[in-house]
Each structure stands twice: as C-alpha cells, then as structure tokens.
C-alpha cells in the first residue's frame, strides 16, 4: 500500500495564503488521480480538487478561482495552493490518491483554521 503524507497546515487570517503538500511514498505516476478532500468541523468530507495523470483539473465550486491543484512527478509530490481563504475553509485536509480497481489511498490529513 503506497502511503501518502499531508503537510502545509496550520493557522491562518482571513484572505491569507497556505500550500499544502501531499508526498506519496511511490512514485506519483502509478495513480490515476490525485485529489484534495477536506472534512469541516461537524460535516461530511467533501471533494476541494483532482487532477488526472495527464494534468487535467477540477475543482469543487466553492474553491474555483482561490486553489490550485498541481503535481511535480519528480518530487512525487500534489500540492494545493490556498488563497484568499475564508473561515469557511476551515477543515482537514485529506490527500487522495486513485488506482484503478484498486482501494484508494489517504493521508492522516492536515488541519487547516482560517481565524482572526
């Protein structure tokens, strides 16, 4: 099972910035997809952003326009770029990666608070 660890995490104000980094323990190109979820306080994980092998992305609308998803496959490593956060954004963060019939992949995840 290929291991995934989440990093970037932390404290931030409103309208700040934060990246987050997602380091899979093999190499990056075996996965179909690699997605960002993030799970609020009280509420359902829910999908922020994917990006396919070939670099197509898709992004949840809530976050369309503030984050980037991106991959370095020589790093194997997806990051999630943050901007413009608001409190709402207030959650952790889970890497997701996908193989074909093949359970999926997670990370322990990442808090991220968007607070005064």
């Known amino acids: 099972q290929v291991q995934l660890v989440e990093s970037g995490g932390g404290l931030v104000q409103p309208g700040g910035s934060l990246k987050l980094s997602c380091v899979t323990s093999?190499?990056?190109?075996?996965?179909?997809?690699m997605a960002w979820y993030r799970q609020p306080p009280e509420k359902q994980r829910e999908l922020v952003a994917i990006?396919?092998?070939?670099?197509?992305?898709t992004y949840a609308d809530s976050v369309k326009g503030r984050f980037t998803i991106s991959r370095d496959n020589a790093k194997n490593t997806v990051y999630l770029q943050m901007d413009s956060l608001k409190p709402e954004d207030t959650a952790v963060y889970y890497c997701?990666?996908?193989?074909?019939?093949?359970?999926?992949?997670w990370g322990p995840g990442t808090q991220v608070t968007v607070s005064l």
């Open positions: 997701n990666g996908k193989i074909l019939f093949r359970p999926d992949s």
């Open positions: 093999g190499s990056i190109s075996m996965f179909n997809t």
């Open positions: 990006i396919s092998s070939g670099g197509t992305t």
